[in-house]
């Protein structure tokens, strides 16, 4: 598998490439900005970028898809209950850095809990996780997790923005992500990687969760 995550834009957002082979078919998961360092590991790994995957509507996350579809002519996938970022994503970034970084992308598909979604020969689950925003999504491919603002190395996202809450993010990370194999990877939106046998031993948001009083 090609796997490399690149570190983008003001508040260090993880972007992830991902694709079953170099000189294949790819995916980029929340392109942060700064296009053209995208667009540098695509062409150097001769990938085909065909999706766009968004885990929420945050602008930290989403502010390249526009340009990166336009210039890549892949389709952006997002959940409906975050789609609306995309069209107040300017305005997003004005608040964010006082500047206009990014326009809107034209190729949307939405997103629901169960998809499956094809990159070459991988296969994507998508998990609809919500809590830091109404519609944050996971994607799980065996053995990784691209979980967003979900969960982070000893810590979750934050739960008081807009659409966000504690008791929903605790639920969807029991719901959906406690029963995943424990050495699956989870790939953060921010931070380093970690795996989920680590976060349900020593999370002290996750502690206390179904099964960590076994
Ligand atoms: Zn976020
Ligand atoms: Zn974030």
Redesign the pocket.
């Known amino acids: 598998m090609f796997l490399e995550r690149l570190v983008l834009g003001m508040l260090g957002t993880n972007c992830f490439v991902l694709a079953e082979r170099a000189g294949g078919e790819a995916a980029v998961i929340d392109p942060a900005g700064e296009v053209r360092k995208i667009i540098s590991v695509l062409k150097k790994n001769e990938l085909r970028c065909g999706k766009i995957l968004l885990t ?1 509507g ?1 602008a ?2 989403v502010s390249g898809c526009g340009p990166l579809s336009e210039a890549t002519g892949a389709t952006v996938y997002i959940h409906p209950l975050d789609a609306d970022a995309l069209r107040s994503i300017k305005n997003q970034l004005v608040g964010l850095t006082g500047r206009v970084l990014a326009t809107r992308p034209q190729r949307i598909k939405h997103l629901s809990h169960g998809d499956r979604l094809e990159v070459g020969e991988l296969e994507l689950e998508v998990l609809h996780t919500p809590g ?2 109404l519609g944050g999504v996971s994607f799980y491919l065996p053995g990784h997790l691209f979980c ?2 979900l969960i982070f190395a000893g810590s979750i ?1 934050r739960t008081d923005l807009k659409g966000g809450s504690l008791q929903a993010l605790l639920q969807a990370v029991e719901e959906h992500v406690w029963d995943l194999p424990g050495e699956t990877v989870i790939h953060p ?1 921010h931070g380093p990687e970690t795996t989920l046998e680590r976060e349900k031993r020593s999370n002290p948001f996750l502690i206390g969760l179904r099964g960590g009083r076994s």
């Open positions: 929420h945050h930290d996350h830091h925003t967003g603002d996202g939106g």
